[in-house]
């Protein structure tokens, strides 16, 4: 069920485009509403920011995009559509060779051949492709998902050893990604991963291939999950904190790494981090995370230029060095809800030193920040900051209200 009217998107141009997403996990104690209505595009070539303090969702988000979210979470509701040609096809193919294998069979036969999901996959589909050339990853079955993930979409994630498997060489594990994605064997396996190797800026690579993880550097191990990660040729490549764990100079070198890989290649990226000083490096655009939403979106320079959301300037505030001469670091007292109720407040209001008293009874919904700003929106009863205070509210009121009668519907 999608409550809005599909956005705009030019063709060729978005890679990703995820649609008022809402992942939760069902505790025995309480609904954790982990994303809560996410929106956010990301293109061709760029690298898109989620910033945020711990527990705001940010991985939760990466795991719903890249289909990793397993009981007792669930995607409850919105799109994650995902375009790539080559993945698209492969996942059609599959389909119809599917679609041929059970069409001669009983309903009990076909029951007892293909599982719940793979049936229900094979009847939406129905050997066509998606209108609009986009895959909805949160529609697809598991068989599918292993396409994409391979193929599509690849992950890295903080600790590199969860990546690497500790009893293979790092160059056995190259070769078995490139010969699952690429069907490459024997001597051009080893030049390929060699070649990767190269390209992350391993040194005397031709050695490394022969060594084990615990061979390499913090550092270096990233740069081998990374060099896995290109094995697969994505499309899109999503970084959850790869570069906190690293001091200070490694992660320099990553996050530089990583802009080279993508001026090569291509690659969209997807980056979270709560470091805005990091941020500043790498993105693009940033979405700024607050209990299960995005409070602020433009681009990156406008936000350290103009940030708007209270939120966002309490974050720009605690960059370390952002204040010579004072030796305590500025922090956002208190800490991030856990969004355990459909929200019909601001969820900042009580750290908020701007809040007022609408903020504890209406939803603030994204906004323009004024009208003059095409690419800059806030989650923020502040906003539009150039109508008047009521009517600003009455915008956020009324829109809030229109949403939750779409979810009720
Ligand atoms: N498997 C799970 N079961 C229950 N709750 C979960 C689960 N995974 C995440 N959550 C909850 O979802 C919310 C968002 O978590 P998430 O890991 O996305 O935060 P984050 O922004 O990535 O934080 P961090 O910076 O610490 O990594 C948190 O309240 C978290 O407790
Ligand atoms: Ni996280």
Same mark, same amino acid.
């Given at each position: 069920?999608?409550?809005?009217s599909?956005r705009?998107?030019?063709a060729?141009e978005?890679?990703l485009?995820v649609?008022n997403?809402r992942t939760?996990?069902f505790?025995?104690k309480?609904?954790?509403?982990?994303v809560d209505?996410?929106s956010?595009?990301?293109?061709?070539?760029e690298?898109?920011?989620?910033?945020?303090?711990?527990?705001?969702?940010?991985?939760?988000?990466a795991r719903?995009i890249?289909?990793?979210?397993?009981?007792?979470?669930?995607v409850?509701?919105?799109?994650?559509?995902f375009?790539?040609r080559d993945v698209?096809?492969?996942?059609?193919?599959?389909?119809?060779?599917?679609?041929a294998?059970?069409?001669?069979?009983?309903d009990?036969?076909r029951?007892?051949?293909v599982?719940e999901?793979?049936f229900?996959?094979v009847?939406?589909?129905?050997?066509d492709?998606p209108a609009d050339?986009?895959?909805?990853?949160?529609?697809?079955?598991?068989?599918?998902l292993?396409t994409?993930r391979?193929?599509g979409i690849?992950m890295?994630?903080q600790d590199?050893?969860s990546?690497?498997?500790p009893?293979y060489?790092?160059?056995n594990q190259?070769k078995?990604?490139?010969?699952?994605?690429q069907?490459l064997r #024997?001597q051009?396996?080893?030049?390929?991963?060699i070649?990767l190797l190269?390209a992350?800026?391993?040194?005397?690579a031709?050695?490394?291939?022969?060594?084990?993880?615990?061979?390499f550097?913090g550092g270096m191990?990233q740069?081998?999950?990374?060099?896995?990660?290109?094995?697969c040729?994505?499309?899109?490549?999503?970084?959850?904190?790869?570069?906190?764990?690293l001091d200070?100079t490694i992660?320099a070198?990553?996050l530089e790494?990583l802009?080279?890989?993508?001026?090569?290649?291509?690659?969209?990226?997807?980056?979270?981090?709560h470091?805005m000083g990091v941020m500043?490096?790498?993105?693009?655009r940033?979405?700024?995370?607050?209990?299960?939403e995005?409070v602020?979106t433009?681009p990156?320079?406008e936000?350290?230029?103009?940030?708007k959301?209270?939120?966002t300037? #309490?974050?720009l505030?605690?960059?370390?060095g952002?204040?010579?001469g004072e030796d305590?670091?500025?922090?956002i007292?208190g800490?991030v809800p856990t969004p355990?109720?459909?929200?019909?407040?601001?969820?900042f209001a009580?750290?908020?030193p701007?809040?007022?008293?609408?903020?504890?009874?209406?939803?603030?919904?994204?906004?323009?920040?004024?009208?003059?700003?095409?690419?800059?929106?806030a989650a923020?009863?502040l906003?539009?900051?150039?109508q008047s205070?009521?009517?600003?509210?009455?915008?956020?009121r009324?829109?809030g209200?229109?949403?939750e009668e779409?979810?009720?519907?």
């Amino acid at each position: 069920m999608s409550m809005q009217s599909p956005r705009e998107r030019t063709a060729g141009e978005t890679v990703l485009s995820v649609e008022n997403l809402r992942t939760a996990f069902f505790t025995d104690k309480e609904t954790i509403r982990a994303v809560d209505g996410v929106s956010f595009d990301v293109r061709e070539g760029e690298t898109v920011g989620i910033v945020g303090e711990s527990g705001s969702g940010k991985s939760v988000t990466a795991r719903s995009i890249m289909g990793l979210i397993k009981s007792p979470g669930r995607v409850l509701d919105g799109a994650v559509n995902f375009r790539d040609r080559d993945v698209l096809s492969q996942l059609v193919d599959s389909n119809r060779k599917r679609t041929a294998d059970v069409a001669g069979l009983s309903d009990t036969e076909r029951a007892n051949a293909v599982d719940e999901d793979d049936f229900a996959f094979v009847e939406e589909w129905d050997g066509d492709e998606p209108a609009d050339g986009y895959i909805d990853v949160t529609r697809v079955p598991d068989s599918a998902l292993r396409t994409l993930r391979g193929n599509g979409i690849a992950m890295i994630f903080q600790d590199p050893l969860s990546s690497l498997n500790p009893v293979y060489t790092v160059g056995n594990q190259i070769k078995e990604a490139l010969r699952l994605h690429q069907g490459l064997r #024997g001597q051009a396996a080893t030049e390929e991963a060699i070649n990767l190797l190269e390209a992350v800026s391993i040194p005397d690579a031709k050695r490394r291939i022969t060594e084990y993880p615990h061979q390499f550097s913090g550092g270096m191990r990233q740069r081998a999950v990374i060099a896995m990660a290109l094995a697969c040729e994505p499309k899109l490549l999503i970084c959850d904190e790869p570069t906190t764990a690293l001091d200070v100079t490694i992660q320099a070198q990553i996050l530089e790494l990583l802009s080279d890989i993508q001026e090569e290649r291509g690659l969209s990226i997807v980056f979270i981090t709560h470091d805005m000083g990091v941020m500043a490096e790498i993105a693009d655009r940033l979405n700024v995370m607050y209990a299960g939403e995005i409070v602020e979106t433009a681009p990156v320079e406008e936000v350290f230029a103009n940030p708007k959301h209270p939120y966002t300037q #309490g974050l720009l505030e605690s960059i370390p060095g952002r204040h010579p001469g004072e030796d305590r670091l500025r922090t956002i007292e208190g800490d991030v809800p856990t969004p355990n109720e459909p929200a019909t407040d601001c969820r900042f209001a009580p750290r908020c030193p701007e809040a007022f008293a609408e903020c504890e009874s209406v939803h603030p919904v994204s906004v323009p920040v004024n009208e003059g700003a095409s690419d800059h929106t806030a989650a923020c009863l502040l906003y539009p900051d150039d109508q008047s205070r009521e009517s600003a509210v009455e915008t956020h009121r009324r829109r809030g209200e229109d949403s939750e009668e779409a979810l009720n519907e």
